[in-house]
Protein backbone atom coordinates (compact mmCIF):
# COMPACT_ATOMS: atom_id res chain seq x y z
CA UNK A 1 0.00 0.00 0.00
CA UNK A 2 1.53 3.55 -0.95
CA UNK A 3 1.76 6.31 1.65
CA UNK A 4 0.39 9.19 0.27
CA UNK A 5 0.86 12.70 1.87
CA UNK A 6 -1.38 15.57 0.58
CA UNK A 7 -0.31 18.91 1.62
CA UNK A 8 -2.73 21.87 2.48
CA UNK A 9 -5.34 19.29 2.78
CA UNK A 10 -8.08 21.60 4.28
CA UNK A 11 -8.42 23.47 1.09
CA UNK A 12 -10.57 22.65 -1.49
CA UNK A 13 -8.50 21.01 -3.71
CA UNK A 14 -6.80 19.10 -0.84
CA UNK A 15 -9.69 17.80 0.68
CA UNK A 16 -11.00 16.52 -2.58
CA UNK A 17 -7.50 14.68 -3.64
CA UNK A 18 -7.35 13.24 0.16
CA UNK A 19 -10.85 12.00 -0.56
CA UNK A 20 -9.93 10.20 -3.87
CA UNK A 21 -6.65 8.89 -2.72
CA UNK A 22 -8.62 7.42 0.64
CA UNK A 23 -11.01 5.50 -1.50
CA UNK A 24 -8.38 3.94 -3.45
CA UNK A 25 -6.72 2.19 -0.76
CA UNK A 26 -4.22 4.40 0.01
CA UNK A 27 -2.39 5.32 3.59
CA UNK A 28 -3.17 8.86 4.04
CA UNK A 29 -1.73 11.64 5.68
CA UNK A 30 -3.21 15.24 5.83
CA UNK A 31 -0.83 18.25 6.06
CA UNK A 32 -2.43 21.10 7.59
CA UNK A 33 -1.92 24.49 9.71
CA UNK A 34 -4.84 23.77 12.27
CA UNK A 35 -7.70 21.59 12.74
CA UNK A 36 -8.15 18.08 11.19
CA UNK A 37 -8.26 16.76 7.90
CA UNK A 38 -12.39 16.00 6.83
CA UNK A 39 -11.64 12.39 6.15
CA UNK A 40 -11.74 10.41 8.86
CA UNK A 41 -10.10 7.52 7.11
CA UNK A 42 -6.76 9.71 6.67
CA UNK A 43 -4.40 10.80 9.62
CA UNK A 44 -3.72 14.39 10.23
CA UNK A 45 -0.32 16.34 11.09
CA UNK A 46 -0.53 19.63 12.01
CA UNK A 47 2.36 21.78 11.04
CA UNK A 48 2.71 24.94 8.15
CA UNK A 49 4.15 23.62 4.92
CA UNK A 50 7.46 26.10 5.59
CA UNK A 51 8.06 23.86 8.54
CA UNK A 52 8.11 21.09 7.23
CA UNK A 53 11.48 19.19 7.07
CA UNK A 54 13.25 15.80 5.24
CA UNK A 55 12.36 13.59 8.52
CA UNK A 56 8.44 14.89 7.92
CA UNK A 57 8.28 13.86 4.28
CA UNK A 58 11.35 10.88 3.57
CA UNK A 59 8.24 8.10 4.89
CA UNK A 60 5.81 8.75 1.83
CA UNK A 61 6.24 7.13 -1.55
CA UNK A 62 4.34 10.62 -3.10
CA UNK A 63 3.96 13.76 -1.71
CA UNK A 64 1.03 16.02 -3.31
CA UNK A 65 1.59 19.69 -3.37
CA UNK A 66 -2.05 21.37 -3.07
CA UNK A 67 -0.93 24.87 -1.37
CA UNK A 68 -2.88 27.82 -3.11
CA UNK A 69 -2.53 31.18 -2.67
CA UNK A 70 -4.65 34.33 -4.10
CA UNK A 71 -3.72 37.74 -1.99
CA UNK A 72 -1.20 39.93 -3.32
CA UNK A 73 1.22 39.53 -0.72
CA UNK A 74 1.02 35.82 -0.71
CA UNK A 75 1.60 35.10 -4.15
CA UNK A 76 5.46 34.84 -4.51
CA UNK A 77 4.92 32.03 -1.92
CA UNK A 78 4.17 29.78 -4.92
CA UNK A 79 7.72 29.71 -5.60
CA UNK A 80 9.21 29.54 -2.56
CA UNK A 81 6.94 26.56 -1.09
CA UNK A 82 7.68 24.40 -3.75
CA UNK A 83 11.28 25.51 -3.61
CA UNK A 84 11.46 24.37 -0.08
CA UNK A 85 9.62 21.09 -0.65
CA UNK A 86 12.25 20.52 -3.57
CA UNK A 87 14.70 20.94 -0.84
CA UNK A 88 13.72 18.77 1.51
CA UNK A 89 12.83 15.81 -1.09
CA UNK A 90 15.96 16.24 -2.96
CA UNK A 91 18.14 13.26 -4.25
CA UNK A 92 15.09 11.09 -2.32
CA UNK A 93 12.69 8.47 -4.03
CA UNK A 94 9.20 10.24 -3.14
CA UNK A 95 7.16 11.60 -6.21
CA UNK A 96 6.51 15.44 -5.30
CA UNK A 97 2.99 16.04 -7.34
CA UNK A 98 1.99 19.13 -8.38
CA UNK A 99 -1.41 21.31 -8.19
CA UNK A 100 -0.78 23.65 -10.90
CA UNK A 101 -2.20 26.05 -13.18
CA UNK A 102 -3.14 26.65 -16.58
CA UNK A 103 -1.84 30.32 -17.30
CA UNK A 104 1.43 28.72 -18.26
CA UNK A 105 0.22 26.36 -20.73
CA UNK A 106 1.62 27.18 -24.22
CA UNK A 107 -0.68 28.25 -27.45
CA UNK A 108 1.78 27.91 -30.10
CA UNK A 109 3.92 25.09 -31.51
CA UNK A 110 6.59 26.93 -31.11
CA UNK A 111 6.23 27.12 -27.09
CA UNK A 112 7.06 31.03 -26.90
CA UNK A 113 3.37 32.07 -25.94
CA UNK A 114 1.53 30.90 -23.24
CA UNK A 115 -2.26 31.36 -21.98
CA UNK A 116 -1.46 34.25 -19.82
CA UNK A 117 0.32 36.25 -22.63
CA UNK A 118 -2.84 36.46 -24.14
CA UNK A 119 -4.54 40.04 -23.94
CA UNK A 120 -8.10 37.82 -23.46
CA UNK A 121 -6.64 36.52 -20.33
CA UNK A 122 -8.25 38.17 -17.41
CA UNK A 123 -5.91 41.10 -15.91
CA UNK A 124 -7.35 39.94 -12.52
CA UNK A 125 -5.29 36.33 -12.87
CA UNK A 126 -2.08 37.72 -14.43
CA UNK A 127 -0.23 38.10 -11.09
CA UNK A 128 -1.35 34.27 -9.79
CA UNK A 129 -0.26 32.84 -12.86
CA UNK A 130 2.91 34.79 -13.50
CA UNK A 131 3.78 33.76 -10.02
CA UNK A 132 2.60 30.14 -10.53
CA UNK A 133 4.14 30.30 -14.15
CA UNK A 134 7.61 31.33 -12.75
CA UNK A 135 7.65 28.75 -9.87
CA UNK A 136 6.93 26.02 -12.61
CA UNK A 137 9.94 26.95 -14.48
CA UNK A 138 12.49 26.78 -11.60
CA UNK A 139 10.67 23.22 -10.73
CA UNK A 140 12.06 22.37 -14.61
CA UNK A 141 15.58 23.18 -13.14
CA UNK A 142 14.86 20.69 -10.36
CA UNK A 143 17.03 16.90 -11.84
CA UNK A 144 17.33 15.84 -8.27
CA UNK A 145 12.98 15.71 -7.29
CA UNK A 146 11.08 12.97 -8.77
CA UNK A 147 8.57 15.81 -9.33
CA UNK A 148 5.20 15.84 -11.68
CA UNK A 149 2.59 19.32 -12.25
CA UNK A 150 -0.50 18.75 -13.82
CA UNK A 151 -1.82 21.78 -15.28
CA UNK A 152 -6.06 21.83 -15.00
CA UNK A 153 -8.58 23.34 -17.71
CA UNK A 154 -9.19 27.01 -18.38
CA UNK A 155 -12.07 26.82 -16.33
CA UNK A 156 -11.52 25.51 -13.15
CA UNK A 157 -14.70 24.39 -11.03
CA UNK A 158 -14.36 24.35 -7.61
CA UNK A 159 -17.65 22.47 -6.96
CA UNK A 160 -18.21 20.99 -10.35
CA UNK A 161 -19.68 17.58 -10.91
CA UNK A 162 -17.56 14.50 -10.75
CA UNK A 163 -17.82 12.66 -13.87
CA UNK A 164 -15.18 10.49 -13.78
CA UNK A 165 -14.38 11.10 -16.82
CA UNK A 166 -11.37 13.31 -18.48
CA UNK A 167 -8.76 13.96 -21.54
CA UNK A 168 -4.86 13.90 -20.72
CA UNK A 169 -3.01 17.12 -22.55
CA UNK A 170 0.77 17.90 -22.41
CA UNK A 171 2.22 21.29 -22.32
CA UNK A 172 -0.22 22.87 -24.62
CA UNK A 173 -3.69 24.31 -24.08
CA UNK A 174 -7.01 22.44 -25.49
CA UNK A 175 -10.16 21.71 -25.32
CA UNK A 176 -12.54 18.86 -25.62
CA UNK A 177 -15.39 17.95 -28.32
CA UNK A 178 -17.31 20.74 -27.19
CA UNK A 179 -15.12 23.56 -27.76
CA UNK A 180 -14.54 23.87 -23.95
CA UNK A 181 -11.53 23.91 -21.95
CA UNK A 182 -13.33 22.91 -18.30
CA UNK A 183 -12.95 20.44 -15.72
CA UNK A 184 -14.25 20.17 -11.77
CA UNK A 185 -11.89 19.90 -8.88
CA UNK A 186 -13.01 16.44 -8.11
CA UNK A 187 -12.14 14.81 -11.62
CA UNK A 188 -8.82 16.88 -11.45
CA UNK A 189 -8.44 14.81 -8.07
CA UNK A 190 -8.97 11.87 -10.37
CA UNK A 191 -6.31 12.69 -13.25
CA UNK A 192 -3.69 13.43 -10.20
CA UNK A 193 -3.99 9.97 -7.98
CA UNK A 194 -4.21 8.40 -11.17
CA UNK A 195 -0.88 9.42 -12.56
CA UNK A 196 0.07 7.93 -9.00
CA UNK A 197 -0.61 4.84 -10.32
CA UNK A 198 0.56 5.01 -13.90
CA UNK A 199 3.57 6.98 -13.53
CA UNK A 200 3.12 8.27 -16.86
CA UNK A 201 4.99 11.91 -16.05
CA UNK A 202 8.12 11.79 -13.59
CA UNK A 203 9.56 15.00 -14.27
CA UNK A 204 7.35 16.49 -16.70
CA UNK A 205 4.22 18.85 -16.87
CA UNK A 206 0.72 17.47 -18.15
CA UNK A 207 -2.49 18.79 -18.12
CA UNK A 208 -6.60 17.49 -17.88
CA UNK A 209 -9.63 18.84 -19.53
CA UNK A 210 -13.03 17.51 -18.27
CA UNK A 211 -14.53 15.43 -21.79
Not at 50 to 62: R, S, Y
Not at 70 to 77: A, F, G, V
Not at 105 to 118: P, S
Not at 124 to 135: D, I
Amino acid sequence: MKKVAVICAAGKQGKLLVDEAVSRGYDVTGFVRHGTVANKEAQTVVKDLFDLTHEDLIGFDVVIDAFGAWTPETLPLHKTSLAHLCDILSGTKVRLLVVGGAGSLYVNAEYTVQVKDLESFPDVFKPLANNMGEALAELRKRTDVLWTYLSPAGDFVADGERTGEYILGGEEYFVNGKGESRISYADYAIAMIDEIENENNIQKRFSVIGK
